[in-house]
Every structure is written in structure tokens, then in C-alpha cells.
């Protein structure tokens, strides 16, 4: 089967190539030109571990290939994937005129069957309104099945995810499109649910929900475990042991970031509303997350008394380690409150860069860690990247000004900080 993957971003790309590897012919689509001209050379635009290898095998063995002929892939495929971008509005509602556009297209240049798939995170009642938009842009009367089918990677991970799903999501009133769908995916080692498209689309924004939820939980319970001198990272341990509650996203940090969990769960509360219904505890595991990275603020506030003038380094802008995306990133709100406070911000990244549309006070970029933690008044540490747990902290003591580390994601070894001499903070674990 040929398969059209509409919006080449990470979920796009990732979705492309993993078919490809499971032996489709797969082409890509994207309204950028420079992005489809980089995936064509081979050459990966963002940062995501193992994709460009398996992009660059696909390309050689012609099993996947990119463009932005958007009529002639169209109507070249019978299978297409909606992967395009669903944005937050301003009003916490997802964005859906790149999906609206994507359907207009496939609507105004089919040429025949077609099984349109949304793979985007789409509210629910998508379906429908994509099969209205598809309807209402037709120039014939071609035959078409509009399916749900969301993707629940994670970036960082998205290859080993995406080849290794916990689970396959069919949304579908179709058994034609089912059956399709049931064949794309049968190689896959994991359960597949069969349900009807609304159930599919709830499910998808259900998981990020509740994981969020288990992330804002763990967050303010830590703050209490602060007050108690109970170290939040054993609760995490001993109640993760319970099958029933599990291991993870029991981390406890600065908050949630990326471009799904913030965009999600407001979508969510926005669309109970719509509905008459209060998500009363989504809106609190929101502000918990707005006010997480505030919480280490104050504590670094107490020690240092004013942040004014004084050096702050920054480890880590990433909204996790292993991406280069700082969508929502919890680092960008600690930068952000430092340099209202007048402090001179230093940022390393392994991989991330600062945006380049900051117009923030004053704001280094250090293409060394050491560089930014040189004469620093503290470290705030915003991304849990492996390679800040291997730092020879007893060394970089002596080159800071005040050895004051603030861990944002609690992955130094307190006990080893404070015998190296710092002051060290996480968050319910000190
Ligand atoms: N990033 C992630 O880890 C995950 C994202 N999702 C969902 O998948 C969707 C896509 O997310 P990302 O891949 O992160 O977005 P992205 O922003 O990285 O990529 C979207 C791509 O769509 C392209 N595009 C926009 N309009 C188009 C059109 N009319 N025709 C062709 N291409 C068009 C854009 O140029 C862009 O390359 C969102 O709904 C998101 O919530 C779901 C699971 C994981
Ligand atoms: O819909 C999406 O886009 C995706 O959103 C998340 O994936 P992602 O945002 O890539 O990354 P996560 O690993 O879930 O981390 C999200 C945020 O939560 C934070 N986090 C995670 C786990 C934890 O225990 N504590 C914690 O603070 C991370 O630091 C990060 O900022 C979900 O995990 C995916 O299943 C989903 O497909």
C-alpha cells in the first residue's frame, strides 16, 4: 500500500519513516519547501535520536520520499495521514485551520477513494467535521472514510515509541477503513482497539491529561515533602512499586513543558466547558504547573536574597533531554522571571537553542558549560540531560562565585552536592 503523510514535522517524519521501515512506500508532504529540501538530501531538521539514519536508509532503498506537489501526491494515494500542527489559540482551544486546510485540499483534488486519517491531536467531533469540510470541497462525488488514529510518541523517544506502541488507536465507522487500517498496522506487537472516532479522539487527549495530572500530583506533594523533610523522590519509589498507581511520570521537577501536555490539557478544560462541564482538576494541574518553577524561584530568592546583578547559569532549555524543543519549556520561565529581576542569565544546552525572537534583558548563549557556570552566584538546573549528572561538580565549585545549585529535576545526588560544599535545593528533595 502507498501511503501520503500530510505535515512532515516530528510527528509526521517519525509516522513516515516508521512505515517505511515496515515495508510501505511512503511519501512525505509539507507546505515548507526548506524543510522537504533538507528531508530529500537526507538530513534530519530537528533533533530527535536515530531518525536521520533510518531516514537516510529509506531514501537509498526508494521506500519514502518527500514533496510539496500537494495535487499529484493527493491524488497518487489512497491512504493518507493528517499530521499536520493543532496549536493552542489564544483561548486554550486547539488551532484547527491546518487540518480545515488539508481537508479543502484532499477535498478539491481527489480523484477517487481516499481514507483520510487524523493522526494530529484533533478535538473530539473532528471526523466529522473533517468528512463536512472534505464534503464541501469536492468537486466530484468520490467515495471516503475519515478514521482517527493518534499517535502517542514522545519526542526524544519517538522511533523506539512509534515502532513499539503500547497500544494501536482505531477511530472508525468504517470496517473498510478499519480493516485498512488493521492492515498498516499489522506487524505491531501491542494491542489494537477498534472504537468508534470520537472515542479514539478522547482517548488521545484523556492520556496526556492524566499523565499530566500525575506530573502536577507529584509536584505538590513535593512542596509539602520540602516542609516535612521527606525525601520526594522515595514516596515516588514506594508508591510506584503499587501496579495499580506504577512507576512512571512520578518525577518531580519545574513542571511540564513540549508542545502536547500545556496544548492538551487547555483544550480539554476548553471543551468541558463548551459542554456545561468543569474539569476542576485539570484546572488545578494546570496551576500547579504554572506556579512549579516559581516555587524553586522563591527558594533560590531566600538564599541569594536578590537576583540583581548576580550570574545565573541555566543548564538545559530543552522541555526534556533528548530534543531540541523548547516549546513551553519550564527553562523559558525561569529565564524569563530571572532577568525581570535584573539577574545576567548564562544558558548551556547540549542541543537547544535560545530562540531567536528573545528580546529579553541580559541573556548569554554558552557554547560551554563551563562557560556559563564561570564566576556564577547559582546554578538552576532545567533539563535532566545525562551529561549534567557526569559533571565533576567538586571541580566547577571552585569556579563558581557561590556554590548554589537549584535542581530543577532533582538528578544530583544531594548528599554528594552538599559534601562537595554547595548549597543544593531540588524540589522535595533536599
Ligand atoms: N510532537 C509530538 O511529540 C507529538 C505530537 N502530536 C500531535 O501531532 C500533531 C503534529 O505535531 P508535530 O509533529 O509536533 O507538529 P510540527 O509543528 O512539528 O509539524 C507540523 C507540520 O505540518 C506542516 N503543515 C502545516 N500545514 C500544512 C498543510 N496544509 N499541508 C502540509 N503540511 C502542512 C508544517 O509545515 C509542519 O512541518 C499535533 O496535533 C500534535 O499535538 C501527537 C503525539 C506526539
Ligand atoms: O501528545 C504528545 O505530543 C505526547 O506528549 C507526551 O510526550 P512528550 O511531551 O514528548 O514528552 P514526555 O516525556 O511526556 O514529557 C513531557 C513533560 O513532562 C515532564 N515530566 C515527565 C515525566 C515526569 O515524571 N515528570 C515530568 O516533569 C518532562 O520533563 C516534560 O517537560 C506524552 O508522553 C506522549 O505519549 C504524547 O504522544
Not at 491529561?209 to 516542609?227: G, H, P, V, W
Not at 482538576?281 to 496551576?287: A, P
Not at 548569554?364 to 547559582?378: F, H, I, P, R
Amino acid at each position: 500500500m502507498n501511503i501520503l503523510v500530510i505535515g512532515t514535522g516530528y510527528v509526521g517524519t517519525t509516522t513516515a519513516l516508521v512505515f517505511a521501515e515496515l515495508g510501505w512506500n511512503v511519501t512525505g508532504l509539507d507546505t515548507d519547501a526548506q524543510k522537504i529540501q533538507q528531508l530529500e538530501k537526507g538530513v534530519l531538521y530537528f533533533y530527535e535520536p536515530g531518525l536521520e539514519e533510518l531516514l537516510k536508509k529509506h531514501l537509498s532503498s526508494g521506500q519514502i520520499r518527500f514533496t510539496t506537489n500537494k495535487e499529484k501526491a493527493i491524488q497518487d494515494h489512497e491512504i493518507i495521514f493528517i499530521c499536520v500542527g493543532t496549536p493552542s489559540r489564544p483561548d486554550g482551544s486547539a488551532d484547527m485551520r491546518y487540518v480545515k486546510q488539508v481537508a479543502e485540499d484532499i477535498g478539491q483534488t481527489m480523484n477517487g477513494y481516499k481514507l483520510v486519517i487524523t493522526k494530529s491531536t484533533v478535538p473530539v467531533g473532528t471526523q466529522e467535521q473533517v468528512t463536512l469540510w472534505i464534503q464541501a470541497a469536492q468537486k466530484g462525488s468520490y467515495p471516503f472514510d475519515v478514521a482517527s488514529n493518534p499517535e502517542f510518541l514522545r519526542e526524544g523517544k519517538a522511533l523506539t515509541d512509534a515502532l513499539n506502541p503500547d497500544r494501536v488507536i482505531i477511530g472508525s465507522n468504517s470496517k473498510k477503513a478499519a480493516n485498512l487500517l488493521q492492515t498498516l498496522y499489522q506487524s505491531a506487537k501491542c494491542p489494537v482497539v477498534v472504537t468508534t472516532p470520537r472515542t479514539a479522539e478522547l482517548i488521545k487527549y484523556a492520556s496526556n491529561a492524566f499523565l499530566a495530572t500525575k506530573i502536577s500530583y507529584m509536584n505538590e506533594l513535593a512542596r509539602l515533602c520540602d516542609q516535612l523533610g521527606v525525601n520526594i523522590k522515595e514516596v515516588a519509589n514506594g508508591i510506584g512499586l503499587d501496579p495499580r498507581i506504577g512507576p512512571s511520570f512520578l518525577h518531580a521537577g519545574i513542571g511540564y513543558g513540549g508542545s502536547c501536555f500545556p496544548k492538551d490539557v487547555s483544550a480539554l478544560i476548553l471543551a468541558a466547558k463548551q459542554n456545561n462541564i468543569e474539569l476542576s482538576i485539570l484546572e488545578k494541574v494546570v496551576y500547579v504547573n504554572q506556579t512549579q518553577h516559581l516555587y524553586l524561584l522563591e527558594k533560590a530568592r531566600e538564599r541569594l536574597k536578590s537576583f540583581a546583578n548576580k550570574k545565573i547559569a541555566v543548564l538545559g532549555l530543552a522541555f526534556k533531554p533528548d530534543t531540541d524543543d523548547i516549546r513551553e519549556a519550564p527553562a523559558l520561565r525561569i529565564i524569563e522571571s530571572l532577568l525581570k529581576e535584573q539577574a545576567n542569565v548564562y544558558v548551556y544546552d547540549p542541543v537547544a537553542k535560545l530562540p531567536a525572537d528573545l528580546h529579553y534583558g541580559s541573556v548569554t548563549a554558552s557554547n560551554e558549560l563551563e562557560e556559563a557556570v564561570k564566576d556564577a552566584d547559582a546554578v538552576f538546573l532545567c533539563t535532566e540531560w545525562p551529561i549534567f549528572r557526569n559533571v565533576d561538580w567538586a571541580k566547577m565549585k571552585s569556579i563558581m562565585n557561590q556554590p548554589n545549585m537549584f535542581d530543577g529535576r532533582n538528578v544530583l545526588d544531594s548528599r554528594e552536592m552538599n559534601s562537595n560544599g554547595y548549597f543544593y535545593h531540588g524540589i522535595g528533595y533536599e
